[in-house]
């Protein structure tokens, strides 16, 4: 009887849902309130121009550039704006950086805002109430849910998106990346360790 | 009260669903795209999402997978507008179940496509001219207005009668859309992150060690602590 | 926050469920009779029964039954505290499953049955001797505290933060079940009937013209207004 | 999608919730704990000696005694023990009246407080989350779904049984009983006119 987890995929209902958001689009194209390429469109655009490599591209040159991530977390919109990284989402953006004893975790409890330009669409655990509730109390435990534990020395802030202003974290540089290139840096750089629900990846020993 | 509106810190939940992918359901993306069609176009706000979500049965809320609260607020918002009939919503409904190619391909409006993906890039921001300076300052304590909202708000309810410190100003002023009974918006103002101490919020609940939640309030929902 | 402190006032729940019946399933009856037995031989009290529904995931306490809750909550106590082995509650369970006749029939205690009709007869105060005299007298204004319970509470959630009218002392003290991380209850105390503004508690979400909503709180939750 | 009022009969939940219940029984009569007849017992209690047809003489006495009334309102406790109506969930008895512009309703949100040795067990209603729920908000709409129009003249008054006392509504007497005898006037004392969601049942018109 536990209502959690399984997240209710009945096939029954799936297949409703699925028609009736086909219905709803193809009435609003038929009355010409959107375009028949629209959908695909915005779709395509999530896919190409507003995703988790530009939040990577971000850290990777913070991480390389002092300058840049100075200006970055002094003025986290105008900084990524400079990238190309703006837009619906993006319109306020706040850069949190991790440090040796403090860890950041963003939420929004009352809904789901998130980052699109930066981090694209959020995942489906951020928008699960679950989440919301629980990322607020015992961040702690959230994360080892997650896989990732954080010492008990380490402060734990918990950032809650209840107004227009959208987070990122900037995650600590990996040890053994010195003089590496932002290409090879981004690569490092996952969407989780931008939510912080991980830390960047440590880089691959060979 | 509103259970949407306190969910940060609610008990008993079970462990978190970590499900990566932000589309569990082909049908999802498609809804979603459907719903930046109708921001873009200036058929809806947030707000009106948040107000479907916020005046859930909360079972439901918590039991309804996200885009299935998405759907259903969009269904409903474009029937209560005038937009879709009811009646035509079902009637396509069942023909698209009964047959797979039974949705007729017409053009569609070209130009709504630029607007939206204009709206994409320039986004929507709720940023306004500051009328007057902000009350309180950095170092500042404050404290969360006591009130049950009327139906949306941006003050998550565990933070009501609470008190924190401030710990940023924000530049500007920013619209809040929170309407009373009246139905008038509450209108641009100052916001503000606040710290707050776990163990203020949720007492001998919060967890052991937990020492920092920020949350952003608008000046609307603070006073002097 | 646990929900279920929070119940009063809860909104987009729907339709009340307007069943007549006690008891709606012939099981139902049965592990009633079990509770009272626990009861009558001393076995548990209600805050242990309250604990388990006041600690449950608060979808399930939404949507399981009443006496689902009792039985989930019976079982897991007394194999909790080493009455029965869980294993062998799946094991007949099975059994019985299986095979309708499966239980040995044996003749238990007939002393246990006289002790629980008793408790039925003799009933279980939580009364006391009032240590100290009440701290309120009719008419005084009072706020209830505002706080987070650990696990179990009598203090109703919507009332934390709120002032009332004091319309009633009654006499003695009663025991307060309610214990924090420290296992230790609150103990005896006075208790009063406060009167509430609905509005006062629930704001413009209270009904119009819905004038006066009485609570029993113990004087613990209690300081002046 | 919508998660009440089927209250989540499936056949097989409730196959496994009688053996459950069935193993609970058996395992504590074997170990000696209770007797072969304890459960049967309690149930036949509550069948013979603690129902709603306690507290309806209790009224019928109150409409037709006036010292009585007095004295169950003053002290409804010793009043209905005197009545022989006492035990468990009855130690400490509240009795509310109904008059002209007063209306009660008892609920308890926090759990299922109720008077037994006057009403017996509470009925689903009374105990299902969405009652308790909305009867202490919007008690009008509430009596509404039971069938029940309160004037708006009519203050309502909620009684929440937050802590020991047990609540029990007093409702008026109906037109045309004068001179009736208690036993007339027991049949028209319902259960629910002594939990507040109806009023005594009106006398038949012949």
Redesign the interface.
């Known amino acids: 009887m536990t209502a959690n987890h399984e997240h209710y995929h009945h096939p029954e209902t799936e297949r409703h849902s699925a028609a009736r958001t086909k219905a709803i689009e193809s009435l609003l194209l038929e009355k010409g309130i959107i375009g028949s390429d629209t959908v695909d469109k915005v779709i395509t655009f999530f896919e190409t121009d507003m995703g988790p490599l530009n939040g990577a591209k971000v850290v990777a040159r913070a991480w390389t550039e002092p300058q840049f991530r100075e200006w970055l977390l002094r003025d986290s919109t105008a900084a990524v704006a400079s990238m190309g990284f703006f837009g619906a989402e993006g319109e306020h953006i706040r850069v949190v950086a991790n440090e040796p004893g403090v860890h950041h975790l963003i939420v929004c409890t009352l809904c789901s805002c998130y980052p699109w330009p930066l981090l694209g669409l959020p995942p489906y655990w951020f928008k699960d109430p679950v989440y919301r509730a629980r990322a607020a109390i015992e961040p702690r435990a959230v994360l080892r849910e997650f896989g990732l534990d954080i010492p008990a020395g380490t402060e734990i802030r918990v950032w809650d998106s209840s107004a227009q202003i959208r987070y990122m974290v900037l995650p600590e540089r990996p040890a053994g990346t010195a003089g590496m290139s932002m290409a090879e840096l981004v690569p490092l750089v996952t969407p989780g360790s931008m939510q912080g629900i991980e830390l960047a990846r440590p880089v691959a020993s060979t | 009260?509103?259970?949407?509106?306190?969910?940060?810190?609610?008990?008993?939940?079970?462990?978190?669903?970590?499900?990566?992918?932000?589309f569990?359901?082909?049908?999802e993306?498609?809804?979603?795209?459907?719903h930046?069609?109708m921001?873009g176009?200036g058929?809806w706000r947030?707000t009106d999402l948040?107000k479907k979500?916020e005046?859930?049965?909360?079972?439901?809320?918590?039991?309804?997978?996200?885009y299935?609260k998405w759907?259903g607020g969009?269904?409903a918002f474009?029937v209560e507008n005038g937009?879709?009939d009811g009646a035509?919503?079902e009637a396509?409904?069942s023909?698209?179940?009964n047959a797979a190619d039974a949705?007729?391909?017409?053009?569609?409006?070209?130009?709504?496509?630029g607007r939206?993906?204009d709206?994409?890039?320039?986004?929507?921001?709720?940023?306004r001219e500051l009328g007057c300076a902000p009350s309180f300052q950095v170092g500042d304590a404050v404290r969360a207005t006591?009130?049950?909202?009327?139906n949306h708000?941006?003050?998550?309810?565990?933070l009501r009668?609470k008190a924190g410190v401030v710990d940023l100003v924000?530049e500007g002023a920013?619209h809040l859309p929170e309407a009373?009974?009246d139905g008038n918006e509450a209108g641009p103002g100052p916001?503000y992150?606040v710290r707050f101490d776990?163990a203020a919020?949720?007492?001998?609940?919060?967890?052991p060690?937990?020492?920092?939640?920020?949350?952003?309030?608008?000046e609307h929902y603070l006073e002097p602590a």
């Open positions: 009260m509103r259970v949407q509106h306190n969910v940060g810190g609610i008990q008993g939940l079970g462990p978190v669903w970590t499900e990566r992918r932000i569990v359901e082909p049908w993306e498609r809804i979603f795209g459907v930046v069609a921001m176009l058929i947030w948040r979500a005046s859930m049965n909360p079972i439901d809320y918590f039991t309804n997978r996200y299935e759907l969009i269904e474009l937009y879709l035509e919503i396509r409904t023909a698209i179940l949705v007729p391909q017409v053009p569609g409006s070209d130009a709504a496509t939206i993906v709206y994409l890039w320039r986004g929507d921001s709720p940023e006591v009130y049950e909202p009327w708000t941006r003050l998550p309810g565990m009668g924000y920013y009373g009974p916001v992150s776990p919020l949720w007492g001998a609940l919060a967890e060690g937990h020492a920092a939640f920020y949350a952003d309030v608008w």
